[in-house]
Nanobody, 119 residues
Framework: QVQLVESGGGLVQGGGSLRLSCAASGSIFSFYAMGWYRQAPGKQRELVAA???????NYADSVKGRFTISRDNAKNMVYLQMNSLKPEDTAVYYC?????????????WGQGTQVTVSS
């Protein structure tokens, strides 16, 4: 069973950058599409970036051009580089995955990592 551990969050000023990391256990990682989600207080969890097994990527319009998702299959890692951060990016960020980009969210959720962007 795949387990996920997110890290790299913190407090940053608007316009700043952070790099989130997601460590995944399990030998099936390289066969999974992976994504980064976020949940702000009082809001539903939303998918902000996804990467296929072959490293094709998709982004939510709200982060396009600012965030970059990447993966290292040899290390079972997924990353989210976040630049030009805005206060509205404040949320708990989670990674998750699934057999395809259309079928993600199938892994047990980790604890997430808090990102707070000050104005």
């Amino acid at each position: 069973q795949v387990q996920l551990v997110e890290s790299g969050g913190g407090l940053v000023q608007g316009g700043g950058s952070l790099r989130l990391s997601c460590a995944a256990s399990g030998s099936i990682f390289s066969f999974y599409a992976m994504g980064w989600y976020r949940q702000a207080p009082g809001k539903q969890r939303e998918l902000v970036a996804a990467i296929s097994r072959g490293s094709s990527t998709n982004y939510a319009d709200s982060v396009k051009g600012r965030f970059t998702i990447s993966r290292d299959n040899a290390k079972n890692m997924v990353y989210l580089q976040m630049n030009s951060l805005k206060p509205e990016d404040t949320a708990v960020y989670y990674c998750n995955g699934g057999p395809t980009m259309a079928a993600m969210g199938t892994i047990s959720w980790g604890q997430g990592t808090q990102v707070t962007v000050s104005s």
